[in-house]
């Protein structure tokens, strides 16, 4: 009867853990980032106002891929990836519905998927025309998986161009 006991209290400790470290790994999974800023955010200036911004996304986990079709693109999978966008003005854009990814150098696997080894350009377009000079702005960039990106700038003084937002 004693073994029988000893084995069942066993039992659930050994349950009890393995339940333990599942959610500790299933913690680290959401935890963890699937996608990394890779080289400069850039900002497109039209009429004295940002109207784009740019930067370049590369896959962190070498077996997991992210989706990156734009909204408005082919089901299953549009837009998995959310772009959030929020500014000095005071506006605040849930789900940025204009922009886009390109894929950078060879595709190796499907058109829309940032799979291991590839960087793609995400081009956004300003929800509004109304940022000007040393004016903030932040994007979160939220993927199905993983940490979301967060880029936040002030823009210099002088807008012209194409211009490096440090």
Same mark, same amino acid.
Request: avoid cysteine; aromatic fraction near 2%; charge should be positive.
């Given at each position: 009867m004693a073994s029988v006991l000893a084995y069942s209290v066993l039992s659930a400790g050994i349950f009890s853990s393995e339940k333990?470290?599942?959610?500790?790994?299933?913690? %680290?999974?959401?935890?963890?980032?699937?996608?990394?800023?890779?080289?400069? /955010? %850039?900002?497109? /200036?039209?009429?004295?106002? %940002?109207?784009?911004v740019q930067f370049n996304v590369a896959s962190v986990l070498q077996d997991d891929a992210v989706d990156m079709t734009p909204p408005?693109?082919?089901a299953p999978y549009a837009n998995s990836v959310v772009i959030n966008y929020t500014d000095s003005t005071g506006l605040a854009v849930n789900d940025v519905k204009t922009w886009?990814?390109?894929?950078?150098?060879?595709?190796?696997? /499907?058109?829309?998927m940032l799979e291991a080894n590839e960087q793609m350009l995400v081009d956004v377009t300003v929800p509004?025309?109304?940022l000007a000079a040393y004016g903030?702005?932040?994007?979160? /960039?939220?993927p199905p998986k993983g940490?979301?990106?967060?880029?936040?700038?002030?823009?210099?003084?002088?807008?012209?161009?194409?211009?490096?937002?440090?």
């Open positions: 333990g470290k599942a959610a500790v790994y299933k913690g %680290l999974d959401q935890a963890s980032a699937s996608m990394e800023i890779r080289g400069s /955010v %850039l900002g497109t /200036v039209a009429a004295g106002k %940002l109207s784009h408005g693109g082919a886009t990814a390109t894929i950078k150098g060879q595709e190796r696997g /499907v058109a829309t509004t025309n109304t903030t702005f932040t994007l979160q /960039v939220i940490a979301a990106i967060t880029i936040s700038r002030t823009l210099p003084g002088s807008l012209t161009g194409i211009m490096d937002l440090h």
